[in-house]
């Protein structure tokens, strides 16, 4: 089952660059050069590509934390030229993004709190997130006291809590072993089933990105990468990787990638 999309695209980004340096450090190193993509609401998309392609850099973008070079980059008829309420994201490490001197509910509580959210419904709301991630019982223990995949549902609750539009996901799970990652895996399909947010994942791993997407990007090796193509992931969820049109698809992405790899660049 796929969740309800609203008509809108969320995200149009048209003729996107981005480089370092500039006349003064020699030539313009671009990172991305080029990058169309339209998101639409409530969509599960996924931007995958090799390690030091730019995934994190376009998401930093959409973010507002990166400004971009030339092109356009809008949510809804918005340029953006600043982070917003609108999207959050959540990171690699969840130990960069938590404060360590507050409880697992705390942290939760901290957007609602800046907010000036009523003290009942930060907790309501709070708990609601803490549940919809697995943690009750665990509300009063600090970070230090959390399992690495424990930091990364906490990290989850606290974005969901502030109820941002577009959720921007850099590699969530990556540090994660593998049984704990598909669990959240798991989770967080049927949280974004639910809560029919717009989702945009960043991986470089094949099967996470048919796992969860609805669509997958997929982004040639930097510099001036851009986006090469585009797969739809037309299989309900949720998704079963012995499944043969999952293979299937695994392996047409597989020899894309190696392709692209043994060529030194992709098509
Ligand atoms: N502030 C910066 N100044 C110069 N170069 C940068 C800067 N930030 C990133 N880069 C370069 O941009 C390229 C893309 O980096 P980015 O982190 O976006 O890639 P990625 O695809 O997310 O990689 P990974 O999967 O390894 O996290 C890299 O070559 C990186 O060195």
């Not at 009063?140 to 109820?163: C, H, I, T, W, Y």
């Not at 851009?226 to 392996?251: K, N, S, W």
Request: aromatic share 8%.
């Amino acid at each position: 089952m796929s969740s309800a999309h609203s008509a809108s695209s969320v995200i149009t980004i048209e003729g996107l660059d981005k480089s370092y340096g500039g006349p003064k450090q020699g030539s313009l190193h671009y990172i991305i050069k080029d990058v169309d993509l339209v998101v639409k609401g409530g969509e599960f998309f996924v931007l995958l590509g090799p390690s030091g392609c730019g995934k994190s850099t376009l998401l930093n973008m959409i973010a507002g934390f990166v400004s971009k070079t030339a092109g356009q980059l809008r949510v809804g008829n918005v340029e953006v030229d600043k982070p917003g309420r609108d999207r959050a994201v959540v990171f690699q490490q969840a130990d960069s993004s938590l404060f360590p001197w507050l409880t697992v509910l705390q942290n939760v509580e901290f957007g609602l709190k800046m907010k000036k959210t009523p003290k009942e419904e930060r907790r309501r709301i709070s708990d609601r997130f803490i549940r919809m991630v697995g943690l009750s019982g665990h509300e009063n223990k600090f970070p230090r006291e959390l399992s690495g995949g424990m930091k990364q549902r906490v990290q989850l609750a606290r974005v969901l809590a502030n109820d941002p539009a577009i959720l921007l996901m850099d590699e969530p799970f990556g540090a994660l072993d593998a049984m704990t990652r598909r669990t959240m895996q798991k989770e967080l399909s049927q949280i974004w089933r639910e809560t029919n947010k717009t989702v945009i994942f960043v991986t470089h791993d094949i099967q996470e990105a048919i796992l969860l997407g609805e669509r997958i990007a997929v982004m040639s090796a930097g510099p001036n990468s851009r986006i090469t193509d585009i797969y739809d992931v037309p299989m309900d969820y949720p998704r079963d990787a012995t499944a043969p049109e999952f293979q299937a698809l695994q392996r047409r992405i597989q020899s894309h990638f190696e392709a692209a790899l043994e060529g030194g660049a992709y098509p």
